[in-house]
């Protein structure tokens, strides 16, 4: 069964440390934890701690407090939901969890059971859980990650200022095959 450790260490690589890019509609972030979209995650009363000190945002140190709040946010918004331990292959279970993270789960979700071929509700239940134990994995990561690249454009398409996030959307999803 996959093993949430390893798939949150690839998610922090690619989220990084605290961002507050004016262009981006999450806003200020942390390790890829946008306020705009999840304002009562525990982890802003820390951030805004730090902000009263000197050196922000260089000063914030992570911490074990922080680093908990950090990955239980990361476990409960979205490995659970899609029952992360319960998929069989690593690179499956970390591409699914990494997608779900920077598109939402429902959009994520919704992508890998259109490669299923299985109903497209966005939430991973026993059919989507079977077929994802089942299939290829090499199939499923190849097909995944061309719809990633086909959501990618859509929002480019969407939002033209997300045009300069795309080419690090798709070498984010190209890692994973």
Not at 10 to 22: F, I, N
């Amino acid at each position: 069964m996959a093993n949430f450790k390893l798939a949150i260490e690839k998610v922090l690589r690619h989220e990084g440390g605290y961002v507050h890019d004016l262009v981006d509609l999450g806003g200020e972030t942390y390790k890829g934890i946008a306020r705009n979209i999840h304002p009562h995650w525990a982890g802003w009363v820390d951030i805004d701690d730090f902000k009263r000190l000197p050196g922000f945002p260089g000063n914030i140190v992570s911490g074990k407090d922080l680093d908990l709040k950090v990955e239980d946010f990361y476990r409960h918004n979205f490995w659970d939901p899609i029952r992360g331990d319960q998929i069989c292959n690593q690179q499956m279970a970390e591409s699914l969890f990494d997608f779900c993270v920077n598109a939402g789960v429902r959009t994520g979700v919704a992508i890998a059971q259109g490669v299923l071929e299985v109903s497209t509700d966005g939430v991973v239940g026993p059919v989507t859980l079977g077929r994802l134990n089942a299939i290829d994995g090499d199939f499923f990561l190849a097909a995944f990650t061309l719809g990633k690249i086909a959501r990618y454009i859509h929002l480019v398409k969407k939002r033209p200022a997300n045009s300069r996030f795309f080419y690090g959307w798709v070498r984010r999803a190209m890692g994973d095959i």
